[in-house]
T-cell receptor, first 115, second 111 residues
């Protein structure tokens, strides 16, 4: 069974704090993704990574950075949290879509509140 | 700009009837489409997919139809069950291996 785990289910941080969200997958997937989910906006891609130390900007990378030092771990960093970053953050992983299995597996999400 | 659109934010259906969820896309470079189901407080889970070389894919009660000329896909659930009540997201994959998600449709199946 594929498992994608996220370090926290709920987080409350103050404006200006540095926030780390961690994601770990155990299926040796090449690709990992960070999304945020907001009402009426669906899932929006922040960053994705198709290999260790590789990263690509998604649709809304501003205010975020990522780190992928190991294949199984993909971290999302909010350098200076702001209230408009209050959201549900979802991590996902997948094999290379062009090699067959395109399905993404999602973690349970982290509900981040910035006050 | 939203490249994948789900224009119905919510849908209610009687148990046993057909649920039809719709999705439109704008980018002709999308070549793979997926549907995900999401329960509250959980991450989305994969439901069914279709390649752009097909126009239909069926898996049990779930069928996805793709109309490339209209840039439209739909998910049919027959018969609908109360456990199908969830938010459904359609997603599209472009040739750059990036996924794009719709805004979701909340399905309620009434017993």
């Amino acid at each position: 069974d594929v498992k994608v785990t996220q370090s926290s289910r709920y987080l409350v941080k103050r404006t200006g704090e540095k926030v780390f969200l961690e994601c770990v997958q155990d299926m040796d997937h090449e690709n990992m993704f960070w999304y945020r989910q907001d009402p009426g906006l669906g899932l929006r891609l922040i960053y994705f990574s198709y290999d260790v130390k590789m990263k690509e900007k998604g649709d809304i990378p501003e205010g975020y950075s990522v780190s992928r030092e190991k294949k199984e771990r993909f971290s999302l960093i909010l350098e200076s949290a702001s209230t408009n970053q209050t959201s549900m953050y979802l991590c996902a992983s997948s094999h290379n879509p062009r090699l067959g299995d395109s399905e993404q597996y999602f973690g349970p999400g982290t509900r981040l509140t910035v006050t | 700009d939203q490249q994948v659109k789900q224009n119905s934010p919510s849908l209610s259906v009687q148990e046993g009837r057909i649920s039809i969820l719709n999705c439109d896309y704008t980018n002709s470079m999308f070549d793979y489409f997926l549907w995900y189901k999401k329960y509250p407080a959980e991450g989305p889970t994969f439901l069914i997919s279709i390649s752009s070389i097909k126009d239909k894919n069926e898996d049990g009660r779930f069928t996805v139809f793709l109309n490339k000329s209209a840039k439209h896909l739909s998910l049919h659930i027959v018969p609908s069950q109360p456990g199908d009540s969830a938010v459904y997201f359609c997603a599209a994959l472009n040739t750059g291996n990036q996924f794009y998600f719709g805004t979701g449709t909340s399905l309620t199946v009434i017993p």
